[in-house]
Nanobody, 126 residues
Framework: QVQLVESGGGLVQAGGSLRLSCAGS????????MGWFRQAPGKEREFVAG????????YYADSVKGRFTISKDNAKNTLYLQMNSLKPEDTAVYYC???????????????????WGQGTQVTVSS
């Protein structure tokens, strides 16, 4: 089992940047594919970005492609989401998620992930 704790959220102006981190404990990250999801007020949680267990494959939602970058440091058991050119519509609670796998694929759906963090708030002002 792995425990996940997100950090790095906050208030930023439109056009600014933030880097979210997701620290894991309990198991080595090298066994896990991981992802970032977000949930805006009144909306369902949605996929943002995913990364394979090795870090060799990534996938992004169209809404963040070219602005966000997901990365994974297995030695530090930490997942990152670099968010640039932020927009007000990026405002949401951001969650990291993990699933233990030996597959090289990137998982895109909530039900594919077994472990979740508590979330970190990102607010982008216009």
């Amino acid at each position: 089992q792995v425990q996940l704790v997100e950090s790095g959220g906050g208030l930023v102006q439109a056009g600014g940047s933030l880097r979210l981190s997701c620290a894991g404990s309990g198991r080595t990250f090298s066994d896990y594919a991981m992802g970032w999801f977000r949930q805006a007020p009144g909306k369902e949680r949605e996929f943002v970005a995913g990364i394979s267990w090795s870090g060799g494959s990534t996938y992004y939602a169209d809404s963040v492609k070219g602005r966000f970058t997901i990365s994974k440091d297995n030695a530090k058991n930490t997942l990152y989401l670099q968010m640039n050119s932020l927009k007000p519509e990026d405002t949401a609670v951001y969650y990291c998620a993990a699933v233990r796998t030996d597959s090289r694929v990137v998982f895109l759906r909530e039900y594919e992930y077994a472990y979740w963090g508590q979330g970190t708030q990102v607010t982008v002002s216009s």
